[in-house]
């Protein structure tokens, strides 16, 4: 199954425990290396593997997601390895973030939001990263093999992301792809953009 709607991700979270696997994405496994400590906003964190690296390596993360059974997983794995995550169940869309983090990552989420609240939504996390934090986002292509069937996802080219912090430092910007074990083997093409709030 190629899951490109968040309506089944929802339903598999409440059957499988690591969805997305235990590893962390390959691009916030970065992270450690550019921040040495402080808050991570982890947007749309499903099961929580990110956070639950990230938590590991000693920062304080809240991962937010609209999964109710995916924020209570990653929420008993934390309690399990008393890790400092809060878990919250909300959307994206409208979400409002308090405070400032050190690093902001949305990793295969910012698909699922509408064209239009995009601009926004980063303009909020970009306003709530703190001096010199970073924002890592991926994101599907429009070389994707889901872009023709799904209208109502947002597809990116990296220049377009790119875009979105033309005021901030680039630390990476590039296209990859992603082979994928849940259910029929596929892959996905993405983006990644890895960026620095200049201070
Ligand atoms: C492909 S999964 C990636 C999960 C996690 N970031 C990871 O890398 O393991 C996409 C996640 O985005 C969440 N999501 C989709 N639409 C959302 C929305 N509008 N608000 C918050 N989370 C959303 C889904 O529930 C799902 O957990």
Not at 1 to 8: E, S
Not at 43 to 63: D, E, H, P, S, W
Not at 90 to 110: H, M, N, Q, S, T
Not at 184 to 198: D, G, M, P, S
Request: glycine share 8%.
């Amino acid at each position: 199954m190629v899951f490109l709607d968040a309506k089944k991700i929802k339903r598999e979270y409440r059957l499988r425990r690591s969805l997305w696997g235990e590893k962390p994405n390959r691009f916030v496994s970065l992270i450690p290396g550019m921040i040495s400590n402080g808050n991570v906003l982890d947007i749309g964190a499903g099961q929580g593997r990110n956070a639950l690296y990230l938590a590991r390596k000693g920062f304080k993360v809240t991962g937010v997601d609209i999964s109710k059974a995916a924020i209570a997983e990653l929420s008993a794995r934390a309690k399990e390895e008393n890790l400092r995550i809060k878990g919250v169940v909300a959307d994206i869309v409208g979400y409002r973030i308090g405070g400032k983090y050190e690093a902001v990552i949305c990793v295969a989420a910012l698909h699922f939001v509408p064209k239009g609240k995009v601009a926004g939504i980063l303009a909020h996390i970009k306003k709530h990263t703190a001096e010199n934090g970073v924002n890592l986002l991926t994101a599907f292509t429009k070389k994707d093999i889901g872009y023709k069937e799904h209208p109502t996802l947002s597809f990116f080219d990296k220049e377009e992301l790119a875009a979105f912090y033309r005021d901030w430092k680039i630390i990476l910007c590039k296209d990859y792809t992603k082979k994928e074990t849940h259910g029929a083997a596929h892959e996905h093409r993405l983006c990644v953009l890895i960026a620095q709030k200049r201070s």
